[in-house]
């Protein structure tokens, strides 16, 4: 059995180098508590719980379906009527969840009522700027979301194989390799390129446990690397998305619209789709994020049976692989 110390299985207390990403509509109880038990850190997404007492009780369920370490994710949106952070945050101090992962806007209004319940944060961002200024602020830890990322890379567009370097020459805090990151290679690959673990999104939607509809399960593996699409730049709000005719149209009324363009003009295609795609199945329904990696998913397997499969992999790699290559004198 591979075993794998690294700064964030020290900082997180958790025996495995890999993380569950928030996820609108995906990131419940039941997916959390699965990435924990299988020695992961699993992360329950807060804002998809629509108040605060919701958030406390998905927290209470996914206690009594882990011992281990399990964390929140806090998103910080742009938004004119912004959610009750302050209620979101009660409730993660007073259910004494100890990791929190925040992501959007820049969290440091949040740090010191963290800082003192004792919570680590680890901010997720999408440029070297921005994890420096995350590390500046105080942040226990960055994720480093590439260009390949399911979700919201941001406008950078620069893929990991440059960024993750790129924040190993700058950063005093250890980093998570997130965007793209499926398997064993995965893995390797992040630590080589100077990150401490990796955060998988996409993956963890393709799990027996992820508590979403078999359709959508089905739909990623029977999508390759080609079949995500970027929306939303014109209002520089760019989310990685899987291909479908909804999102095609929304792409058409982009071209169309130019810089003229509105929320309003695609909110047929982006507002209140998760639950219609994530609980109803209804893969059609708009555009939902999706990695390139949804070019390596090729299977359904349990949370444990992935991490297990991944951490082998990784040992094989290192020690077989990579060890043989290496020309003794
Ligand atoms: C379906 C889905 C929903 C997501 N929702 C959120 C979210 O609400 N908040 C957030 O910070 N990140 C969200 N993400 C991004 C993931 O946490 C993670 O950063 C990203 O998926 C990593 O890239 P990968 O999909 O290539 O693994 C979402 C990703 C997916 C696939």
């Known amino acids: 059995m591979t075993i794998l110390k690294t700064r964030i299985t020290e900082l997180f207390g958790i025996e ?5 990403g928030g996820m609108h509509h995906v990131g419940l109880a039941e997916l959390a508590a699965a990435v924990s038990n299988a020695g992961g850190l699993g992360l329950i997404t ?3 719980q629509r108040t605060p007492t919701l958030l406390a009780q998905e927290i209470a369920r996914c206690r009594a379906m882990t011992d ?3 964390g929140v994710n806090l998103t910080f949106l742009p938004s004119v009527n912004p959610p009750d952070y302050p209620g979101y945050i009660a409730a993660i101090v007073e ?9 959007g806007n820049n969290p440091q209004k949040w740090l010191p009522l963290l800082h003192e319940a004792g919570i680590r944060v680890v901010h997720k961002c999408t440029s070297v700027r921005h994890a420096l200024k995350a590390e500046a602020i105080g942040c226990d830890a960055v994720s480093v979301d590439g260009f390949e990322c399911g979700g919201h890379p941001g406008e950078d567009d620069v893929p990991n194989f440059i960024l993750l370097p790129r924040a190993a020459e700058v950063l005093k805090i250890p980093f998570i390799a997130s965007g793209g990151m499926a398997d064993g290679r995965s893995l390797v690959a992040a630590l ?14 393709a799990t027996r446990e992820a ?8 739909a990623l593996v029977a999508a390759t690397e080609l079949d995500t699409r970027l929306v939303m730049r014109p209002l520089r709000n760019t989310e990685r998305v899987l291909a479908n005719p909804a ?9 169309a619209l130019g810089a003229a363009i509105r929320f309003e003009d695609i909110a047929p295609e982006v507002a209140g789709v998760y639950p219609r795609v994530m609980q109803g199945g209804e893969v059609g329904a708009g555009a939902w994020s999706c990695g390139m990696v949804a070019g390596l998913i090729h299977d359904v397997p349990t949370v444990q049976a ?11 790699i290192i020690g077989a692989r990579l060890g043989g290559l290496l020309a003794r004198a």
């Open 247 to 255: 999102v095609e149209r929304l792409l058409e009324k982009e071209r």
């Open 68 to 70: 281990k370490p399990f």
């Open 211 to 218: 508590p979403v509809h078999e359709n959508v399960k089905a």
């Open 192 to 205: 080589a390129l100077g990150a401490e673990g990796i955060n998988m999104g996409t993956r963890f939607v």
């Open 16 to 20: 495995r180098p890999i993380v569950q």
């Open 95 to 103: 259910g004494g969840v100890k990791i929190v992962e925040t992501a």
């Open 46 to 48: 807060a804002l998809t």
């Open 306 to 316: 992935l991490l297990d499969r991944i951490m082998d992999e990784a040992g094989q």
